[in-house]
Structure formats: structure tokens, C-alpha cells
């Protein structure tokens, strides 16, 4: 992409990408709200200023897996529906046939 173009595929993941922010920070906003927090008082519980939350929060930058995780912490959420459907499936999958997980284990061995 260095030439100023992009491909549909890059098309297609920044579009995925601003999904993803939009809905993770969706549901911090929709939990802070349930809960009667604002920005201040999350910032407080974080040890950060309100301009930086308002940051994250806004879109305008990015926010780390670590302070996602202290947020959902403070905030007393989990991240467990993260890449869900495809760890449902790879699980479900080795229920079905045990010997994938035997397997890749024993040739993970082999290496």
C-alpha cells in the first residue's frame, strides 16, 4: 500500500478492523452506562486523564489489549466473547474428532 492504492482485499480488512473498534468500544460505552460511570470516574478507576479515555473511547487513538483488559477489569466485564466463534468451532471441532488434538499435539512434539 505504499503506492497510495489499495486492494479490495485492504479495503476489506480496514473496514472489518473499524467494525471491531466500533463494537468493542460500544460495549464499554453500553456498560459504563448500565453502571452510572463516566469518563471521569473510568479514567479515575484507571489512573488516566479524561482526555485519554475520551481518546480511546472516541476513536481518535488506539487502544492496547492491555488497557482494554484493565477497562473490562474496572469495569468488571470479561472478554471472553473475543474471537468466540472460531474457538467454539476449533473446540467443537476436537469433540468431533479427538485425534486432530492428539495429533497436533504429537507433531508440535516432532519439531
Known sequence: MS?????????ERELARGAHLFRVTEDILVAMEDQGVSKAELAQRLGKSKARISQLLGGSSNMTIGTLAEIAFVLGLTLEKTFREYSEGRFRNADEDPTVVIRAVHDSRAS
Open 3 to 11: 503506492s497510495g492504492t489499495s486492494t479490495p482485499a485492504d479495503r
